[in-house]
Structures are given as C-alpha cells and as structure tokens.
C-alpha cells in the first residue's frame, strides 16, 4: 500500500526542546516536502528536497531543520530557534519535474502544540 | 501578487447545485495547477490536476484552465453536504508548489 506516513500525529513540546518529525514515503518519489499550516491559513513552505543529500530552504525556514540520508526519508526537526511552533505541519511528495505527471501528494500531518 | 490567489469564501451553495471554485496565478506557476480539498483537521487530498488549456472532466468534478487569462476553476456538479471543505488551489513551476490560501465551500442539505 504505497503512500506517505508521518509520525506522531500529535507532538507536545516543551519550551526550549527540539522535536522531530517523522516523514516516511514509498511512492518512490524523488522530491519531498515540508509546509507548515495555521488555523485558517494556506500552506507556507519550510523546506524541500529534489534529491537524496540536498534540501533547499522554502519561506520560512528559520528555527527549523532537516535531513535526507535516504530517499524515502524526510526528517524535519523544530528546534528551540522556532519561537511560535505551534501549527499543523505537513510532509509531501511528488515525481521529479521532468516526470509526465509530477503531482503532490501529502502525508496525514502532525500537529504540533507548544506547552 | 501572491503567485496563487483564491477569494477565501465562504462559498455557500445548496445541495444539488453546481460549485464554481476560482483561482488566478502569477508567471512564476507556468507548469500544472492542481485541486486538492482539505477536510477541517485533515491533509489535503489531491483531487484533480489539470496539464492543458482546457477543460478535463472527472465523475462530477470539471477542472478548467485558461493560460492565456492566468485562470483555474474547479465546478463540483450535484454538490452535496460531504463536498463541505476547503479547497485548495495550487500550480508548479519544476519542483516548486504554489499553494493558494484555499475557499471555504459549505453545501447546505
């Protein structure tokens, strides 16, 4: 059953704590994505990834980082940096841009709220 | 200009009728454009891509573009109450999402 899975679907952070969220994909897709959504609000891109071991930074990449060691991997963490983390955090992924049909695909999301 | 600008709704319409969703973009998306709903709480759900200029048809849902005039539409035929979400309308260019900020559809029994 291909898709893409995010882990936890809810996170609680602690003033000062890093988290990370968990992005999986076997669509075997090349590109993936981070974006952030507020209550009421449209998606604001945090960063991607074309290719294993490259990312570029989206929007709003401050107080965020991320990996891609492995294709299929994605990791976005939130650190201490991201004053205001609290928002709805979603992982996408789509075939390359020379690909006939490179449509987006999301993953669940993880909510994350601040303590 | 924001590069995918969508009025935020709500838009009410009753159950039965046509839903005519509306979008614009900027030269920046010059690729595809895509439809994705959003249920309160969930993901967003791709729900129709369209490549050309013209229109594609898909069980009751008719995605429309127009390069030329920079326009996406999305009409929902036979609307009913489970149709009720927000959508999103987003456009590409290469590996890059323009997402706009999404109308808010209510369909009323």
């Known amino acids: 059953d291909g898709g893409i899975t995010q882990s936890p679907k809810y996170l609680f952070r602690k003033e000062g704590q890093n988290v990370t969220l968990s992005c999986e994909q076997n669509l075997n897709h090349d590109a993936m994505y981070w974006y952030r959504q507020d209550p009421g609000q449209g998606l604001r891109l945090i960063y991607y990834?074309?290719?294993?071991?490259?990312?570029q930074k989206g929007d709003i990449a401050e107080g965020y980082s991320v990996s891609r060691e492995k294709k299929e991997s994605f990791p976005l963490t939130v650190t201490s940096a991201q004053k205001n983390p609290t928002a709805f955090y979603l992982c996408?992924?789509?075939?390359?841009?020379?690909?006939?049909?490179?449509?987006?695909?999301f993953g669940p999301g993880t909510r994350l709220t601040v303590l | 200009q924001k590069e995918v600008e969508q009025n935020s709704g709500p838009l009410s319409v009753p159950e039965g009728a046509i839903a005519s969703l509306n979008c614009t973009y900027s030269?920046?998306?010059?690729?595809?454009f895509f439809w994705y709903r959003q249920y309160s709480g969930k993901s967003p759900e791709l729900i129709m891509s369209?490549?050309?200029?013209g229109d594609k048809e898909d069980g009751r849902f008719t995605a429309q573009l127009n390069k030329a005039s920079q326009y996406v539409s999305l009409l929902i035929r036979d609307s009913q109450p489970s149709d009720s979400a927000t959508y999103l309308c987003a456009g590409n260019n290469f590996n890059k999402f323009y997402f706009g900020s999404g109308t808010k559809l209510n369909v009323k029994p």
């Open positions: 990834s074309q290719i294993v071991n490259d990312f």
């Open positions: 996408a992924s789509s075939n390359p841009a020379g690909a006939v049909f490179n449509e987006q695909f």
């Open positions: 030269d920046r998306v010059s690729q595809s």
């Open positions: 369209i490549y050309s200029n």
